[in-house]
């Protein structure tokens, strides 16, 4: 690719070279540069790529895409001193140099390169982004089972990692950097995907990964005080209005309007809004929600009505999922989805480590794990499942080492408020011991007098759990929740709840899925 179609759609100086140079890789890594690549360089918090344009001239990159004049000088200083180690002093070094790009802002800039390199894959996909303080992981996974009852290969990216189909892939960030993104695009289009569902951050949309990109959807779910520090965003205003700046790239725009902030945070999308909302009217809303336990179904019913009409089973227990449902039931309704696609969809959906679901132990106990692990989402997950009105609220978890003291004892505390029994036993407890831990978590439990009992090696404790079930209990395992491995003195160790559980219910109860009422 000639650099003249790298840099299509962008505005742009070239301060020196030619546009027609032929690109071999684009590269935001100074560790990969190589010989006849484009070189973006970045500026972070704590680093500076503009450092690097020397060195990446003198390993043979092609362009320099800079936001930064100044570096200029260092490439131009790179070339003198190759050209006096080859003998040159003297003659011109200038055709040494690699083209030179300047513009606005890198970060954009490799977004819209990152586009053009990979031959805007995006545009072949339709695109939804979701934003939000909470919810995103949920809805995301949502959409992403209707869609695929419905008939269709979907792309999802997110928190947990990319999925195209049944295949993950690991990335750094919930919303990963631009060349990172539409890498992901591309392999989405060459695996057959038609849709495209993906959290968006805040950050992301403050750094400009998701610039050049047409979501035919956008969705705004909630807002709250979150991720303000000097490294994120300096205050709750610019949070909210990096927010916003979603709803400049997207088609209709799904909000829910129970937000006390919708107006604000939608502002930008102007008239293109689909409502829903709990409380009022709106073109999606939801009624009558309510708990329900009933065999091994835990989760919420709701009645539909708006645009579509119908009774909504979700098997995720908490009612504060009814607001995820409706962004997820807008978004595929409006995309011409049927009720009944939507509706089976729901039925299935499940989010690997939040509020998730153990069906092997139907008719034995009721088990979830989540990925709660400090006290705010403890207090809300236990409190929610206390509403279920079970036998007894059993809950397993442990405290993180080389972490906050308070955090160890604010969560002892809303175990010992909540729970029946808890259950003390190993998180990820890096470089402390683990007695020394849950000395910590024993105080927390004795505010409220909590019952507890202490089992050091996890495994063990849930197959103890396992053991001692009963029918009307509801067992709640906190903290590992997605996380597949045990830090323990600088190693990781693969740990795998979800896979300890299905094993040992195997060998315990056989391959029956006793559909026996969970309250006995």
Known sequence: MKLRELLKDMEYECLQGSLEQEISALVYDSRKVEKGCAFVC???????AHTFVG???ANGAAALIIEDAAALERIQEAANQEASVAGQVGQDSTKNLPAVILVKNSREALAYAARNWFGNPASKLKVIGLTGTKGKTTTTHMIKKI???????VGMIGTLGAFIGTEKYKTANTTPESYELQRLFAKMLEEGCTYAVMEVSSQALKLGRTAGIDFAYGAFLNIS???ISPDEHKDFQEYLDCKKLLFLQTGPVIVNVDDPRWQEATELAKDRLVTVSQKGEADYMAK???NIWEGS???VTFTLSGKRSAQVNLPMPGTFNVENALIAIAITAELGISTEAILNGLAKVYVKGRTQLMTCMAGHGTMLID???NAVSAENLLSMLKAYQPDRLICLFGGGGNRAKARRYDMGEASGKYADLTVLTMDNPRDEEVEEINKTIIEGLNVHGGKYITIIDREEAIHYLIDNARPGDIIALLGKGHEEYQEIKG???YFSEEKIIEEYCREKFGNTNSEKSSKG
């Open 491 to 493: 190693q990781k160790y």
């Open 225 to 227: 005080p979150d991720h």
């Open 42 to 48: 970045l500026k972070g918090a704590k680093f500076d």
């Open 288 to 290: 009558n929600a309510h």
């Open 55 to 57: 060195q990446a001239a």
């Open 371 to 373: 990925y709660a692990h």
């Open 297 to 299: 179904f835990l989760g």
């Open 147 to 153: 869609l695929e009852e419905a008939g269709n290969k």
